[in-house]
Nanobody, 125 residues
Framework: VQLQASGGGLVQAGDSLRLSCAAS????????VAWFRQAPGKDREFVAA????????AYADSVKGRFAISRDNAKNTANLQMNGLKPEDTAVYFC???????????????????WGQGTQVTVSS
């Protein structure tokens, strides 16, 4: 299984970025996909997740209303549209996937068995 995250960069506060996670080696449409992030000196934290089939979506309170997660099962990709970026959004963003996760565990990083390499997002003030 491989997850390839891309789309990070250096932007100014208020700008937008779109992250993509390309998956291979797993049955993507049956997989739940999530984004987590880790800022320097901080623990990894949940950002957003889309349950297999797209029936349920969850967001961290800190990004709700600004970020949108989506998936394209035909292309085996999941995207994270980030609008209204703030300096506190600066972090390495990781995509993760699971084929066995249950709905109540969407926000728990240890519930995901597959991880991408991360893409850096830096937001300047």
């Amino acid at each position: 299984v491989q997850l390839q995250a891309s789309g990070g960069g250096l932007v100014q506060a208020g700008d937008s970025l779109r992250l993509s996670c390309a998956a291979s080696g797993l049955t993507f449409r049956s997989s739940t996909v999530a984004w987590f992030r880790q800022a320097p000196g901080k623990d990894r934290e949940f950002v957003a997740a889309i349950f297999r089939g797209g029936s349920s979506i969850a967001y961290a309170d800190s990004v709700k209303g600004r970020f949108a997660i989506s998936r394209d099962n035909a292309k085996n990709t999941a995207n994270l549209q980030m609008n209204g970026l703030k300096p506190e959004d600066t972090a390495v963003y990781f995509c993760a996937a699971s084929q066995t996760i249950i709905l109540s565990s969407l926000r728990t990083d240890r519930s995901y068995g597959y991880w991408g390499q991360g893409t850096q997002v830096t937001v300047s003030s």
